[in-house]
C-alpha cells in the first residue's frame, strides 16, 4: 500500500472521530434522571419560624443561578458575554457542552419555590427595554418568573424570599435615573409591592415577624449593586457576603468554605446576609473538562456535590455562620428532602 493511501484513510478516521466526538459533546441533554421529591415546603417558614428570629440568622436554601432552567440549545449567547471560547467558531463547534455546564437549576421559579428556596441569585440583562435572565446564555423573560414569584408570595402569607440581583448588565449602577429604570420594573412585575423598605429598620435588627407582620403577609428583601443614596432597596455592599470558591475539586471548594467560616466568624463588623457559595464550578484546564465530560453536565456534578456537602461532619457548623445554603440544582432528589428536614428542625 502506497504512504500516501495510508496517511489519507488516517487523516479521514481522525476527522471522522473528531466529528463523532464533537457531536457527542454538543448532545443537549442536561440531564437523563431528574426525580422530584414528593414533598412541598411551600409553608416551612410560616409552620417553624417564630417572630423573634432575626432574619439575616435563619437558615434557608438557595439557588444559584437561579433562572437558567430556559438555557437550551437553541439559547442566544449573552450579548454581554466576553467569553472567547463561547463565541465564533470554537462557541458553535462547543455550544451543547458549554450550555450543559450553563444550566444550574432545571426547574421553574414556582418548582424552587414549593421545595423550599427563600434566596435567589439573579442575572439580568437588560436590552432594548426587555429584561432577560441569563447565565452565559439567555435563558427567559424575567417578568415571566416575576410572575410566578408574585404569585407564590399571594397564595402563601408568612414566607419571605431574598431576591439578589447579583449581574444587571445593560444599565450604570451609578446613575440614578438607572436606577429608577430598575426600579419601575419591580414596580411593573408587582416585585415592589411585596419589597420590605431598607429605610425601616438595619437589616441587622430585621426579624421574622418583622417582614411577615408576624406571619400574616409575605415579603421580598431585594438586594442590589445601584449606589443612588435614597433607595429603597438593600445596597449589596452592605447587606450581603457572598465568597465564591471557583473550583470543581470538592475538597477545595469546602476547605474554602471552612475559611469564609473563620473570617466571618472573626469580623464582627459583618452584619448582613451571609452566604454559603457551595458551589462546585468547571475549571477551564484539562482536568476540569474531563471532570465536566464524566460528569456530562453541571447539574449531574452538583447533584454529587450537594450530597458531599451534606454529609461532611462540619456542615451544621459551616451554616451557623453561613446560613444562606446556594447551591445548584436545589431541587435536586434525596437532597432537597435531607437540607428542608435539617432547616426545619435548626430554625427551631
Do not use: C
Amino acid at each position: 500500500m502506497r504512504k500516501s493511501s495510508v496517511i489519507k484513510k488516517v487523516l479521514i478516521i481522525l476527522v471522522i472521530t473528531i466529528i463523532i466526538l464533537v457531536i457527542i459533546l454538543n448532545l443537549p441533554f442536561v440531564t437523563l434522571n431528574h426525580r422530584e421529591s414528593k414533598n412541598d415546603y411551600s409553608n416551612w417558614m410560616s409552620e417553624t419560624l417564630t417572630n423573634d428570629m432575626l432574619a439575616v440568622d435563619i437558615k434557608m436554601p438557595g439557588a444559584h443561578d437561579a433562572f437558567s432552567s430556559g438555557i437550551n440549545i437553541f439559547s442566544k449567547l449573552d450579548p454581554y458575554n466576553t467569553d472567547s471560547i463561547m463565541k465564533r467558531i470554537p462557541g458553535v463547534l462547543l455550544k451543547g457542552f458549554i450550555v450543559r455546564q450553563a444550566v444550574t437549576q432545571i426547574s421553574i421559579p414556582k418548582t424552587l419555590l414549593e421545595k423550599g428556596v427563600r434566596y435567589f441569585d439573579i442575572r439580568l440583562t437588560y436590552d432594548d427595554e426587555k429584561w432577560i435572565t441569563k447565565h452565559n446564555y439567555l435563558s427567559s423573560d424575567f417578568p415571566e418568573a416575576a410572575a410566578q414569584i408574585t404569585e407564590f408570595l399571594k397564595e402563601n402569607p408568612g414566607e419571605f424570599l431574598i431576591l439578589d440581583f447579583q449581574h444587571i448588565d445593560g444599565l450604570n449602577y451609578e446613575i440614578d435615573n438607572d436606577y429608577d429604570i430598575f426600579y419601575s420594573m419591580l414596580q411593573s412585575t408587582g416585585l415592589a409591592q411585596y419589597s420590605y423598605d431598607r429605610n425601616i429598620k438595619e437589616l441587622s435588627t430585621i426579624t421574622y415577624g418583622d417582614l411577615t407582620d408576624e406571619g400574616t403577609r409575605s415579603r421580598v428583601i431585594i438586594i442590589d449593586k445601584f449606589q443612588k443614596s435614597n433607595k429603597k432597596t438593600f445596597l449589596y455592599s452592605t447587606s450581603i457576603r457572598s465568597s465564591w470558591a471557583n473550583s470543581d475539586d470538592f475538597d477545595k471548594v469546602i476547605s474554602f468554605l471552612e475559611e469564609e467560616k473563620s473570617i466571618i466568624d472573626n469580623n464582627s463588623d459583618i452584619k448582613g446576609f451571609r452566604v454559603m457559595q457551595a458551589v462546585a464550578t468547571m475549571q477551564m484546564n484539562f482536568g476540569g473538562i474531563i471532570n465536566a465530560i464524566k460528569t456530562w453536565s453541571l447539574i449531574e456534578r452538583a447533584e454529587d456535590f450537594n450530597i458531599y456537602l451534606f454529609e461532611y461532619d462540619g456542615f451544621k457548623e459551616l451554616s451557623e455562620i453561613m446560613p444562606i445554603i446556594m447551591i445548584d440544582y436545589s431541587d435536586s432528589y434525596q437532597f432537597v428532602d435531607y437540607i428542608m428536614n435539617f432547616i426545619k428542625t435548626e430554625n427551631n
